[in-house]
């Protein structure tokens, strides 16, 4: 019998299997595949968000039969979308610090995240993409980042200068699928999005690693027993 499939779908940073490094011990039990959204790629030129787009490589990668979507932060939209598209094709849901904040849009921390980097993204086109990773990274981790100075470092900051904010994401139902949400327990705008997702009937856990709990013991363990569970 075929190995059932998991389809990974990665954030706003490290992509494909770069992405899931502790996750790739499941391949021994698992059929998974270590997509790339729309515009992330080694050698092409990055692209702007396409969130259609990126629902339908979730999709086009299940392949027609019923399997398991793990996704992180801004991944978990895609990954979403594609559930609401095709419930009968995702098994389950695992998403790791999901950024669907157009889910929370009407909530404090989400709120409160706008006001603080949306102004950002309204001015991003007169900046360089140095200029933009700077500041958005004083503002959403309040410290400061290394100057891209390598080709590849040079193309992720472009692509984040890119990115569209997850609040303009058309998700507004959330998918009738099995649901687990894994949160870093650090940030109130995880929390405030994994709380809303609990309250449909999502179970979430903390497991630590801020803004990367797939990465913890905790965080992977939680993903096999769940995984397990909806065999």
Not at 167 to 184: C, H, N, R, S, Y
Not at 209 to 221: E, L, N, S, V, Y
């Amino acid at each position: 019998m075929a190995a059932e499939r998991i389809v990974f779908v990665h954030g706003s940073g490290r992509f494909g299997a770069a992405a899931w490094p502790k996750q790739h011990r499941l391949a021994g039990r698992y059929d998974c595949l270590f997509v790339k959204r729309y515009g992330f790629d080694a050698a092409a030129a990055p692209q702007p968000t396409d969130f259609d787009a990126d629902a339908r490589i979730v999709l086009q990668n299940l392949n027609g039969r019923p399997g398991h979507v793990v996704a992180a932060s801004q991944g978990a939209i895609s990954a979403m979308m594609a559930a609401v598209a095709r419930p009968d094709l995702v098994k389950s849901l695992s998403l790791f610090e999901p950024a669907c904040l157009s889910l929370t849009a009407d909530l404090p921390a989400t709120m409160q995240h706008r006001a603080l980097v949306g102004p950002l993204f309204e001015r991003r086109q007169s900046m360089s993409d140095a200029e933009f990773l700077r500041e958005f990274v004083r503002l959403v981790f309040s410290t400061d980042a290394q100057a891209p100075e390598t080709e590849d470092a040079q193309r992720s900051a472009a692509r984040l200068r890119m990115q569209r904010p997850p609040w303009e994401a058309p998700l507004d139902i959330v998918p009738g699928v099995p649901t687990l949400v894994v949160t870093g327990a650090w940030e109130p705008l995880y929390e405030e999005v994994a709380g809303y997702l609990e309250g449909t009937g999502a179970r979430h856990l903390h497991a630590g690693g801020d803004h990367r709990p797939q990465d913890t013991g905790a965080g992977h363990q939680a993903l096999e027993e769940f995984l397990a569970c909806h065999n």
